[in-house]
């Protein structure tokens, strides 16, 4: 059988009545029409496939899918920086900021002053450690700064080792509260806990999927283990607390047994282990148990 050309294959397309292929030489006239400041540096070869492409107007180069420039997607470099200048404009208001603080980081940093401008220092507060410092909105959002104190003592949520009985794990936040309980008060041997990226649990919330990956798992009895701060749990974001009741449901469904450990930063340190039924109480019931048991 004669192997086609790509014009000749398209020309049998047309006459069977079928939709020709895109080649590289129509997408580049595509990208010529709809933005004349960008070249195509990359071969065309599907509408999933990412080439490289520049925008000549300020020289950034960059990967980018055909298909997300057909729908509108641009220069990132141009992007990020109209969104200083909007900033800077104190075109954002002081909700919006708060708004992008809280995606940013994860909830666990606030503002307590109002927004001024994108360079005016404010006070923020860091939730886990509560500890309070002045930052600029454009450290805080754009360079995604996060609590100078805890980054001085190495960051609890970067990710360490931790020796236990011999073992050693690579852990982050608040799991080594959670290995010293198990070991120590449900005397579970080291040897059972696994930590690190474990296996992607996909959950529901907000009308989408995402991936969930817990903190702990015995892999014997296939229970998972959570551990969260008072703060990280949701006690003051119904948001949060839902979040987390979302993932733990999930993991029950995928065949898991799931737990959920309050360690509290502050105090007596001590840690608490949720009774099942959290995954259905409201917000209000969960402050009341975990606040009776502090």
């Not at 008060?185 to 806990?193: C, F, N, R, S």
């Not at 987390?244 to 995928?254: F, G, P, T, W």
Request: charged share 30%.
């Amino acid at each position: 059988m004669k192997n086609l050309t790509l014009e000749e294959l398209n020309n049998s397309y047309q006459q069977r009545g079928m939709k020709r292929r895109k080649t590289h030489n129509d997408y580049v006239e595509e990208v010529a029409s709809k933005a004349p400041d960008m070249t195509v540096l990359g071969t065309y070869e599907t509408n999933k496939k990412s080439i490289l492409h520049k925008h000549d107007t300020c020289g950034h180069i960059w990967l980018l899918r055909p298909d997300k420039f057909i729908n509108g997607k641009r220069c990132p470099k141009c992007a990020a920086e109209r969104n200083i200048l909007r900033c800077k404009e104190g075109n954002i208001g002081d909700g919006e900021y708060k708004e992008r603080l809280l995606k940013t980081h994860s909830g666990s940093i606030i503002s307590l002053e109002s927004y001024v401008t994108i360079s005016t220092h404010i006070l923020h507060k860091h939730l886990e450690c509560e500890r309070t410092w002045y930052a600029a909105p454009a450290n805080t959002i754009f360079r995604k700064s996060g609590c100078p104190h805890c980054d001085r003592e190495g960051g609890r949520y970067k990710k360490r080792s931790y020796n236990k009985n011999g073992k050693e794990f690579i852990i982050q936040g608040y799991e080594d509260r959670g290995i010293n309980y198990l070991v120590d008060i449900l005397k579970t041997p080291v040897e059972q806990i696994q930590t690190g990226k474990l296996k992607a649990i996909k959950y529901f919330y907000n009308n989408k999927f995402y991936n969930y990956y817990s903190d702990i798992l015995i892999k014997s009895t296939k229970t998972l283990y959570e551990i969260k701060s008072t703060y990280t749990l949701g006690l003051k974001s119904d948001d949060i607390l839902r979040r987390n009741q979302a993932k733990a449901i999930a993991s029950r469904e995928a065949g898991y047994i799931h737990k959920l450990l309050v360690v509290f930063v502050s105090g007596d340190d001590g840690v608490l282990l949720l009774p099942d039924n959290w995954v259905t109480m409201s917000l209000e019931d969960v402050v009341n148990l975990v606040g009776d048991k502090k």
